[in-house]
């Protein structure tokens, strides 16, 4: 059995040597084969020659740099797709996440879990980054039913085949847990210590509220309507022609009953609500048929790409 351990970085040259020897103190106790894989998020502090340095003395670490920087999403997803183990594990390389809580989450793994993710129960950040975070866990957990009380702790313990079937990017870090369960996965939670800050700054604050919202709106299309569009689409187009129409119809009666329309907005309105409506409603239907086309040639390519079949 081997284990991987991801750490993302993005100028984090203060906590690298701090961090290494506790990771790998880590790993050594776990009494299997592991790895360590560093993504360098395009630094641009010495964190590249830290870690080079390091590499030079240990080879169970592997180093991927990006030339600028990408974000974590892509950190991650290149990480998971390097990784050679049949465990994954990530963490920050700031420290708050602790290596030696990789045993507990293992442990948990064991039981029937595919993804277990660390909950900052006494989370040690302040009020500014607290409360935006418990507001978004509380959403998540409401609309899309994968309870769990810390979506976005970066101490997250993978099997090989659920980190494999991730694509990051943008912001879609933060919704792993998500994503996760809806390739069917098992996911769940353990609480784990959470350390205060002692080295570098936050990369994010408040102003990732403004982000999580639209990458909500993603999120809810991949996985409610990515393979049925026009139900989307079909809807959001219904209301609005329907609301259109209605306006219509109550401006026909005005008219039958002898007044002028001619010059009331609420004419253009209504125009305006049953064409945009209409625009949205087959905008889903020509997503609809081009989903529907992809996924026949898609079956037809894995036909003619068998090489054996008992079928």
């Keep these: 059995m081997l284990i991987t351990a991801l750490v993302p970085v993005y100028n984090e040259e203060e906590s690298l040597e701090k961090l290494y020897p506790r990771l790998k103190s880590a790993l050594e106790s776990l009494k299997m084969g592991y ?20 590499a030079a003395k240990d080879k169970s670490i592997r180093i991927f740099s990006f030339r600028k920087h990408q974000g974590k999403a892509e950190a991650l997803t290149y990480g998971f797709q390097r990784a050679k183990g049949d465990y994954v594990v990530t ?42 975070s418990k507001f978004f866990n509380f959403v998540m957990s409401a609309f899309w039913g994968v309870h769990l009380h810390d979506y976005n702790c970066g101490l997250k313990l993978y099997t090989k085949e659920a980190a494999k079937v991730l694509n990051l990017y943008g912001g879609m870090h ?50 409610k309507y ?70 026949k040639n898609e079956g037809n390519r894995m036909v003619e790409e068998l090489k054996y079949s008992t079928e």
């Design 91 to 132: 963490l920050d390389a700031d420290l708050q996440d602790r290596p030696e809580e990789i045993q507990n989450l293992l442990n948990k793994s064991k039981e029937g879990f595919e993804l277990v993710c660390g909950w900052r129960k006494n989370r040690k950040d302040s009020i500014i980054m607290k409360i935006p």
């Design 226 to 295: 990515a393979k049925r569009p026009l139900h989307f689409f079909g809807f959001a187009g219904g209301v609005l022609s329907a609301i259109g129409f209605f306006i219509l119809f109550y401006l026909l009666i005005v008219k039958i009953l002898g007044e002028s329309i001619g010059t009331r907005p609420l004419l253009t309105f209504g125009v305006l609500l049953v064409l945009v409506g209409l625009q949205i409603l087959f905008t889903g239907l020509i997503a609809d048929m081009i989903l529907s086309i992809a996924v």
């Design 174 to 223: 933060r919704f792993i847990p998500l994503l996760v369960s809806e390739k069917g996965f098992e996911v769940t939670e353990l609480a784990v210590v959470h350390e205060p800050r002692k080295f570098g700054k936050s990369k994010y604050g408040f102003s990732k509220v403004f982000k999580d919202i639209p990458d909500m709106f993603t999120i809810l299309f991949l996985t």
């Design 35 to 54: 790895e360590i894989i560093f993504v360098d998020d395009g630094s641009s502090d010495s964190t590249l020659d830290i870690l080079k340095k390091l």
